[in-house]
């Protein structure tokens, strides 16, 4: 870890203005993923701009009929949150499926959007990795790859976004609210946050220099039965190999996303509009596209073995 | 005192603290958080700095250059040491001839290059992550030990057993089974990383340290810093698990070794989780060749066994065929053990080496065997024990229950009620199945002295460089010691782990417990002498019961013995080659477990499990049982989740964190149950005790391979059996 300043902020605003004033400044909230990767000089800012003390803490019900998540609310406290266990249910279920108790105590709702990656070529600086080392190359793609993406990579990066939280928001069509040093405030779609890895894997997101989450936003509650199928070697505390994040009405329509599987939540509408016909139409349209490794090609029948076991369920 | 006739009955054979389920006396210490393990001991030397140590980025190859002008002007850098300015220093234990610190060459990645000495960690690590290294990389390696001639079972090795004429046998038996299995490299992965503390006092040092062998340990320092073993000291009382990790001293010690005695501070050094992996040692990957010929009545006729493994040095790798030479009957053997010269890190011991991967190949083999037969494989297993050392029938086991092991368990464990169709059994969306293995680990024994201390009082102190690494070894000590001289374990203190004291047998190879008591033994043996001497009657005609010491009508409280002062006595059981000439000693057990794996998405999940243990005296059931249900934890991880993952192509274990290399969490261990068969071995120690540590890891992971085929029909036989091996073969969505 290298010797940085740090600063406490005292509005979000003056928080992206602190960030924004110093080259190689990062924000930091619970620290959970952070503080791992400063450890190995993987993230190597020189300022830190603390925002715990923002409040930004709190989950509001929305003119809209849904719930504006302060961005430094907890995962446990989100979990735990009544509303958000009846009517987002597979949020609930995706944050305790992720982690452990004492993370989940530390770690934010913005902060677990910008979890990175777990390649674990990422995690060793004596090898190549396009993400951490632009231009070096990528180690995983013929290396070992079997937790990394079958879908959505590219010739630079097939790392995964590892987190659960947002998969369960992508299929919730969360919102991400944010404030740049000017105080402009702008609402980015769960969609379009996290980027694919292209030529540029070390870009994960759209948040632009400075900008800082301040919420994450739900639309009123959608109904339907909420699912979270994590799929892993071990029963916990483990990141996903395919999770599926799903939302079943009575008449056999809804949504899903997958984790696990993609540098992103991976989510399509179109494919979904298939789910009344079964797991195997929704992935012939969902994956038509994956690209996976000899290690990871599992993962292709795995998701669609595993929304079965959803849809199953929710028959059942 | 000689261990030279198998043991009558004796003292323990009361049985009063020996044997009973006491708690281990250190526990309110670990889980008061208040043991002091090695990297905290601070109050131990003043002054101590901290090094951080800086692993090789290749695999192989030498390094050309260490450009060290940054992190020297680093803040707080005390000093730097690099391999540059050393020779090698290296093969310092038989058992384990591989390179700790020293000259160009790499041999392997994450070899120790260099440890940056500071006033803080931080500072320590931050400069360490300065030091600009060059490399020349030498292509010419391997890693992969497929790509092996002893892979294909192309070696010249000589075959560790050949009874018989196996190739004759085999081609002409009725029922065969021709298979390969292979076994991944596995870490240790203990909780407490490898950590050291040294200062020097003029030529002498002293290491603060985490071993589990004291004295190899000590020798092995006062070889690696050219010192007489007299100048050397370690202390070890508490360790944070080791598993065999930790038999030998690593990097950690040498590091700290050199660094202290360079900026003549006293320094201390941990490795980090990420070197722990590819810079000290692991259980090596075995391919094995596995061919069973047997009757049409299921009796075994031949075995063939054909083990590879992946070995830096000339000791290295893990030797399946240990348990495969005298597990079963079979009278025509041919058994090879074949070690590959390869670079990655130098494989060694890891918990009931050789054992280990051995029955996880072998039990798996059984069960496919059984099944060809149409036999149940509990019957199968009973239908080929064997009474006597298979490849040397003149010399039979001292004590062998292993099929009331396998009786006793499928009794408790309701086997007759068992799933018996491949795929037939489903609880939902689960599909449910049970499988079974043996189980087989030898009981050796090693010399072991203790010091024991009659104190004024009355009470008794012991000392020893016995190690505990979180398996008893306080407790089950003192008990020896209470029970041999009439006392409460209340009465008994004990010191471990310092090689001041009396040389132990140490932990390792399941020997600490059953060596480590007749030490105490022995040594309380010669202290009731010393009080017979002082009472003027024969050690013989003494009874020590209560706090006194009885003869005929006249009892004397022992506070009264030594008339103020104390009195010491110190002695060591020695082991003569009977135990080894007469017979096989050697341990036995049956595991059986119920698994479920998710019809839909291959997700394998264990029910519960079932050990049963034939070790001889079980010195105290509490510890005793906490050892095999960890091991049975040990044997989860092995089965479903643990691999290093070689990168064939830059040399090293990939998954090198405990984020990437998964063990067991709580909620994947179920119900456990422990059956300990009530048995003495006379033949193994003045106790009757045999070990049992290791004993519980054995066949556990093919109870569960096997229960995994019985829940789905799917036979995997390359672990650890994930869901990416059986998904293609599961039935239809």
Known sequence: ?316 | MEFNNPAENNVFDRAKVIGQPLRRIDGPLKVSGTAPYAYERHDAVPGQAYGYPVGSAIAKGRITNIDTSAAEAAPGVLGIVTTLEHDPIENLWDYDPVRHFGGDEILHYHQAVAVVVAETFEQARAAANLLDITYERDESANFDLSKTPQASGDSDADPVQNVGDFESAFASAAVKLDQTYTTPAESHSMMEPHATIAAWDGDKVTLWTSNQMIEWGRQSIAKAFDIAPDNVRLDSPYLGGGFGAKLFVRSDAVMAGLAARKVGRPVKVTLPRPMVFNNTTHRGETIQHIRIGADENGKITAIGHHNATNALTAVGGENATLPIVAFYAGANRHIVNAPAKMHLPNSNAMRAPGETAGLMAFEIAMDEMAEKLGMDPVEFRIANDTQVDPGNPDVPFSDRHFVECLERGAETFGWSNRNTAPGATRDGAWMIGHGVAGAYRPAPVQKSGARVVLEPDGTLRVESDMTDIGTGSYTVMAQTAAEVMGLTIDDVSIDLGDSNYPVSAGSGGQWGAASATAGVYAACVALREQIAERLAVAEGDLTFEDGAVRHGDTSTPLSQIGKGEEIAAEDSIEFGDFRSKEALVSTFGAHFVEVAVHAHTGEIRIRRMLAVCDSGRILNPLTARSQVIGAMTMGVGGAIMEEMAVDHRHGFFVNHDLAGYEVPVHLDIPSQEVIFLETTDPYSTPLKAKGVGELGLCGVAAAIANGVYNATGVRVRDYPVTLDKIIGQLPAV
């Not at chain 1, 930004?56 to 998540?69: F, H, Y």
């Open chain 1, 1 to 316: 870890m290298r010797a940085f300043s740090y600063e406490r902020a005292s509005s979000p605003q003056a928080a992206a203005q602190a960030a924004m004033a110093r080259d190689n400044a990062k924000f930091i909230a619970g620290g959970t993923n952070l503080l791992d990767l400063m450890k190995l000089e993987i993230e190597t800012p020189t300022h830190l701009v603390d925002v715990n003390g923002l409040g930004l803490d709190t989950i509001e019900e929305t003119d809209a009929g849904g719930l504006r998540i302060g961005a430094l609310v907890s995962n446990t406290a989100l979990a735990a949150d009544e509303r958000v266990r009846r009517d987002y249910g597979v949020l609930t279920r995706a944050i305790v499926a992720g982690a452990s108790g004492q993370l989940r105590n530390k770690a934010t709702t913005g902060g677990n959007l910008l979890q990175r990656t777990r390649c674990p070529y990422f995690y060793d600086t004596n090898m190549p990795c396009n993400k951490r080392a632009p231009g070096t190359g990528c180690s995983a793609i013929e290396g070992f790859s079997r937790s990394l993406a079958a879908i959505g990579g590219s010739d630079f990066c097939i790392a995964t976004y590892p987190g659960d939280m947002a998969v369960a928001m992508r299929v919730l069509d969360a919102e991400i609210e944010t404030v740049d040093p000017d105080g402009e405030t702008r609402t980015i779609p769960i969609a379009d946050f996290h980027k694919l890895p292209g030529e540029t894997p070390e870009v994960e997101n759209e948040l632009r220099p400075g900008e800082l989450i301040t919420a994450v936003t739900l639309p009123a509650s959608v109904g339907g039965r909420h699912f979270y199928h994590k799929v892993r070697d071990r029963s916990s505390y483990a990141f996903a190999l395919v999770s599926v994040a799903a939302i079943v009405n009575e008449d056999g329509t809804g949504r899903v996303a997958l984790g696990g599987i993609a540098p992103k939540p991976w989510r399509d509408e179109t494919a979904e509009a298939e789910m009344p016909n079964g797991a195997s139409a929704v992935m012939r349209r969902l994956l038509a596209d994956a690209k996976p490794t000899e290690e990871n090609q599992f993962k292709v029948p795995l998701a669609e073995r595993t929304l079965a076991a959803v849809l199953s369920e929710a028959k059942g």
